[in-house]
């Protein structure tokens, strides 16, 4: 990605992510409970194509947009770029920060667990 994606623009990413493609309108329908109307929706989906994580197609007289990026490829370079901003890339001290301030419950607690105990048997 070129440019930091605004939390407005990560709304709109996830309903692309959830069905596409998807004209402006049909963005905006589903985008209900945010109150948005088209124009806003279109200057979010042209951020969105000038960062490239958007791409779209047009048809006619209408634009069709779909997701650039997969959204397991976003998600990881969203949280490494959390992790090198707020902790200096320093995972010990992102997870102890968690795990302290009681962020995380028994459940998340175990799947991480779960998680390290996985990747110890396949070394």
Request: charged share 30%; no cysteine; hydrophobic share 35%.
């Given at each position: 990605?070129?440019?930091?994606?605004?939390?407005?623009?990560?709304?709109?990413?996830?309903v692309l992510w959830q069905?596409?493609?998807?004209?402006?309108?049909?963005?905006?329908?589903?985008?209900?409970?945010?109150?948005?109307?088209?124009?806003?929706?279109?200057?979010?989906?042209?951020?969105?194509?000038?960062?490239?994580?958007?791409?779209?197609?047009?048809q006619g007289r209408r634009?069709?947009?779909?997701?650039?990026?997969?959204?397991?490829?976003?998600?990881?370079?969203?949280?490494?770029?959390?992790?090198?901003?707020?902790?200096?890339?320093?995972?010990?001290?992102?997870?102890?920060?968690?795990?302290?301030?009681?962020?995380?419950?028994?459940?998340?607690?175990?799947y991480l667990k779960t998680?390290?105990?996985?990747?110890?048997?396949?070394?």
């Amino acid at each position: 990605m070129s440019n930091r994606v605004s939390e407005s623009e990560k709304i709109v990413m996830e309903v692309l992510w959830q069905e596409s493609p998807l004209t402006s309108l049909e963005v905006v329908d589903r985008l209900a409970e945010q109150s948005w109307n088209e124009k806003t929706v279109k200057t979010f989906l042209n951020r969105l194509v000038n960062k490239r994580v958007v791409a779209f197609e047009k048809q006619g007289r209408r634009y069709l947009y779909s997701p650039a990026v997969e959204r397991s490829a976003f998600l990881r370079e969203e949280s490494t770029g959390f992790l090198n901003k707020v902790f200096k890339g320093n995972m010990k001290e992102l997870l102890t920060t968690f795990v302290q301030n009681k962020q995380l419950s028994a459940e998340e607690l175990n799947y991480l667990k779960t998680l390290l105990d996985q990747d110890e048997t396949t070394k």
